[in-house]
Structures are given as C-alpha cells and as structure tokens.
C-alpha cells in the first residue's frame, strides 16, 4: 500500500539554526516525491520535488532534500531557518499514469515553529 | 499566485444541505483533483478528472459527487452534509510534460457546517 510517514508532528528550531523535516515512503512503483509547504490560510505551495536523476534536489527558499531509495526516505533540509519558514510541511508521493500525474499521497504534516 | 481558482473562499451552512464548489484550473492544465484537509484525516484525495472524464477515485463519500466540464473548470458537490463534512477542500491541477509534473493548488474552499 501507498503511504507516507512524517514521523515529527511538530519541530520547533531557533532562527539560524538547522533543519532536516523527515519523510518516509511506501510506494508501490517509481515514485515521484514532493515537498510542499502551508502557510495559515493558504495553499499547498511546491517546494521541491524529486522525479529521477540527480538524488539530491535544490528547492525554493533555500531548501534541499535528498533521496534515498535504501532508506525510502525522501529528507527536507534547510541550513539556516527564518522566522518567516514557520509552517506546515507535508511530503507528498505519486506517480505518473499515462499523460498526466496520478493522486498524490500525503503525508500527515509536520508543524514548524520558529524561535526569534 | 498558483494561478488555481476557487470559490467560495468561506461557506457556512447547516446540516443536511447542499453546497457546490468550484475550481478553475490553470490555463492548459487538464487534470483536476480535489482534496479534502481536516485536522483529524489529514490530506485526503477526493477524486481527480483529467480533461473531462473520472481519472482516479479516493475517499470520496457517496454524498459527494464532483464532474469537469468542457472549459475544464470543476465542481465538487455536497450533499446532505454533517458536522463532520466540516473542512478545507482544495482543489489542484497539474502540468504534465516529458517526465515532469507536479500539482498547483488552490487556497481551498474552507466549509463549516453548524
């Protein structure tokens, strides 16, 4: 079964500091692996996303994550956190099927909060 | 700005009743999903329709039903709705080229039945 694990409900880090979100996955085929962020009151914005080739991925706002397929984790980083990065995290596996992108899976979220 | 549309952004109603949302999809995108957010579940996949017919199916109750029409705009009905179908419902496309893709959402549809 398809399945996503964010195993941290909620992180909270000091501004400047590092951040790894973690991210586990169960998919069936190749997967396709998202991160995307939620500010309160908004939608789901993309932050990276993994489709093949190179296993480590630049994002916006300066965040990387890393693939590996071993492991099945699909990792969130950021070296230095702003106060402004506090928000939802969810990641996020599908696949393609045909000519489009399948439903994706979700995991449950993990909540940042960021100390000034 | 995701360039996804939908409206109402708020709905309060009662229970029992029948509402419709509605999402416009980005420009070119032929793929619609909709999800249904709530603190207990999560993100949930609702249904998705790639230009205009049933693609995939989630945990979509028999009380809901959802349709894409020909200018790929969708609506995602709800009927005799209970307290419990209190929720954000977000609606997303998705480009799909080559071997890319990946979905744009909405702000969501926030629904509270009282």
């Known amino acids: 079964a398809q399945s996503v694990t964010q195993p941290d409900i909620h992180i909270t880090v000091s501004e400047g500091a590092s951040l790894e979100l973690r991210c586990n996955y169960s998919?069936?085929?190749?997967?396709?692996l998202f991160w995307y962020v939620q500010s309160p009151g908004q939608g789901l914005q993309l932050l990276l996303k993994?489709?093949?080739?190179?296993?480590l991925v630049q994002g916006i706002k300066g965040f990387e994550a890393e693939f590996k397929r071993s492991q099945s984790s699909f990792n969130l980083r950021k070296p230095s956190v702003h106060w402004s990065d506090a928000a939802e995290y969810f990641c996020a596996v599908g696949a393609r099927r045909g000519s489009t992108l399948g439903r994706l899976y979700f995991g449950r979220g993990t909540q940042l909060t960021v100390w000034p | 700005d995701s360039g996804v549309t939908q409206t109402p952004k708020h709905l309060i109603t009662a229970t029992g009743q029948r509402v419709t949302l509605r999402c416009s999809p980005r420009?070119?995108?032929?793929?619609v999903y909709w999800y249904q957010q709530s603190l207990d579940q999560g993100l949930q996949f609702l249904i998705q329709?790639?230009?205009?017919?049933?693609?995939a199916k989630g945990n979509i109750l028999e009380r809901f039903s959802a349709q894409q029409f020909p200018d790929l705009h969708s609506e995602l009905n709800l009927s005799s709705l209970e307290l419990g179908d209190s929720a954000l419902y977000f609606c997303a496309s998705s480009v799909s080229s080559g071997s890319s893709g990946e979905l744009f959402f909405g702000e969501g549809s926030r629904l509270t039945v009282l």
């Open positions: 420009s070119g995108d032929l793929s």
């Open positions: 998919y069936g085929a190749t997967p396709y």
């Open positions: 993994y489709f093949s080739g190179d296993t």
């Open positions: 329709y790639y230009n205009g017919e049933e693609r």
